[in-house]
């Protein structure tokens, strides 16, 4: 039996001078063990072109980190403009059109950190600019130091929700590698996680079949708690029940 297509968007960076195109390989490791068939949708010049031919294929999609999203996306604040990072706006414009498809016909989608973020705005959200300023927050929401990967803040999940079944447990520490998140969360979702400032860390949309967006990285830290395994594994179910649909 053929394996369900996961459309999942590259990032771009610079190596020896010349741009490449790179998704991480801890996704594209879970997708395949989970009997999933990752297809990387390359962020350059004539993909929009091309999605009409990538949307026949989509079973599930996958969005995760990258660039700041463009203030433009969403009704923006001054503080928005004020803490801008680097922006891409073709990966903006590939992943709401993506996205749009994917809500329109009830594909499954997990939006993981920026993923997440992007998951708010196309569906009528906003976003801080930056977390910790803006909230004047004393709980760190990245740490750029030699603690990078190791760094951990914790989160309180909302009891009775998708996150709940798959952590099992009231309050969990996390990964975080953002600065802007979610400040209005769109109408359609429901909260699963709070930090300690009450950021939203979590949502889903109770009506959907799997509509979800994490602001952490349970990929990055699978040994910690089985809950992060039982996240993907509900998307790969999710995505197994959508093709039989």
């Known amino acids: 039996m053929p394996r369900p297509v996961v459309l999942i968007t590259t990032r771009r960076t610079i190596r020896k001078h010349k741009y ?11 997708l395949i063990r989970l009997g999933m068939l990752p297809l990387m949708i390359p962020v350059v010049e004539g993909t929009p072109q091309c999605l009409p031919q990538y949307r026949e294929r989509m079973q599930g999609l996958l969005l995760v980190e990258g660039e700041d999203i463009e203030p433009a996306r969403y009704q923006a604040e001054p503080a928005n403009l004020e803490y801008l990072e ?20 009830k594909i499954p989608v997990l939006g993981i950190c920026r993923g997440s973020q992007m998951l708010n705005v196309v569906c009528g959200g906003t976003l801080y600019g930056d977390v910790q300023k803006e909230k004047q927050s004393a709980l760190k929401h990245i740490n750029p130091g030699e603690h990078y990967d190791d760094y951990r803040h914790p989160v ?11 952590y ?24 699963m996680a709070h930090a300690e400032d009450g950021l939203i860390e979590a949502f889903h949309d109770p009506k959907a079949p799997f ?3 994490l602001q952490f990285h349970p990929e990055r830290m699978l040994k910690d708690y089985e809950g992060n395994w039982r996240v993907w594994e509900a998307f790969a179910g999710a995505v197994r029940r959508s093709t039989v649909r």
């Open 20 to 30: 490449i195109d790179y998704v991480g390989e801890l996704h594209l490791q879970l």
């Open 168 to 191: 099992r447990q009231r309050t969990i520490s996390v990964n975080s590698y953002h600065h802007q998140g979610v400040r209005q969360l769109a109408r359609r979702f429901r909260p």
């Open 156 to 166: 309180t999940i909302v009891s009775g929700t998708p996150l709940d079944e798959w």
């Open 211 to 213: 509509v979800v967006g």
């Open 86 to 105: 680097k922006t891409h706006a073709l990966k903006d414009e590939i992943e709401v059109r993506l996205l749009r498809h994917a809500l329109r016909h």
